[in-house]
């Protein structure tokens, strides 16, 4: 062998091992300043740099109700199994008044998604069926993957149940499109979950909140999402409790607020 090819050879030989065996980083931050009166976690991963950021680890780790951001993964089955054809499937409100006024009409999948419109998604859930379900939860490994709880149910604040850690590898899969769904399925969610554009940045999320049932105030609230860069993808999940408004809004406040600090979002965005 030629001094030249096997130079050729040890070259792609590093080349190949070196990528096979980086490994990913993790760094902690306090960022106690931008939670405030609030308790919970925060979890970003750079996926360019291979690196986890995390504020309060255990938090990161423990597994609560996914509350709304299960419409997520929900609106993906809907969309896999054909119980809706797309962005625009609607269904009529049923009249009944409650108390978000941005529930009080006909909703397709975008609007209902961007309203966290509960009844639509039960809807969706009793057509999807609770067999289907169970058929594709575990081939997604989506937390526990617990769905006793019942077909319009399991996923508010009942048996369900997945940490912010496990939110974002669910991030990560359903981004790299490495989830057992269609393209245009996947198309589709990322479409609706685009809160802001701002020349090639691209910020998606979905808030969710627990509520106290007695009071109707929230206890827990979520924020999950992506910003897609130039630079590259950035993956991230907020839940907080305890304060004076623990609610999905409010992780989204915190969330954004935890961006700008990063540089990873700008004030127009």
């Known amino acids: 062998m030629s001094p030249v090819k096997l130079s050729y050879i040890l ?4 080349l190949f091992f070196g990528r096979a065996f980086a490994a990913e980083t993790s760094v902690e931050r306090d960022l106690s300043s931008e939670f405030g009166s609030y308790s919970g976690g925060f979890v ?3 996926e360019a740099k291979q690196r986890w950021l995390r504020f309060q680890p255990e938090q990161c780790r423990t597994r609560t109700s996914p509350c709304s951001t299960f419409k997520v993964l929900n609106s993906l089955i809907a969309l896999e199994t054909g119980v809706a054809s797309g962005a625009d499937f609607s269904l009529p409100w049923d009249g009944t008044r409650r108390s978000i006024e941005s529930w009080n009409h006909d909703q397709t999948l975008r609007s ?3 309203a966290s ?3 639509y998604y039960k809807a969706l859930a009793t057509r999807i069926g609770l067999e289907c379900y169970q058929q ?3 081939k997604v490994g ?3 993957n617990d769905l006793t709880g019942g077909v319009t149910q399991f996923w508010l604040q009942s048996s369900l149940t997945i940490s912010p850690d496990e939110q974002v590898e669910f991030l990560r899969r359903l981004h790299a499109r490495k989830l057992p769904f269609a393209a245009t399925s996947v198309d589709t969610v990322l479409d609706i979950m685009t809160l802001s554009r701002a020349g090639q940045t691209v910020f998606r999320g979905k808030t969710g909140s627990a509520f106290d049932t007695q009071k109707n105030v929230p206890i827990l609230g979520w924020f999950i999402g992506s910003v897609s860069t130039p630079s590259g993808l950035y993956l991230f999940a907020t839940r907080i409790t305890g304060g004076g408004n623990p609610s999905g809004i409010t992780a989204r406040k915190i969330t954004e607020s935890i961006l700008f600090t990063l540089n990873i979002l700008s004030k127009h965005e």
Not at 11 to 14: D, E, K, Q
């Open 11 to 14: 070259n792609l030989l590093v």
């Open 44 to 46: 970003l991963y750079d």
């Open 112 to 114: 209902a998604f961007a």
């Open 117 to 119: 419109c509960v009844w």
């Open 136 to 138: 594709i939860i575990p």
């Open 142 to 144: 989506y937390g526990n």
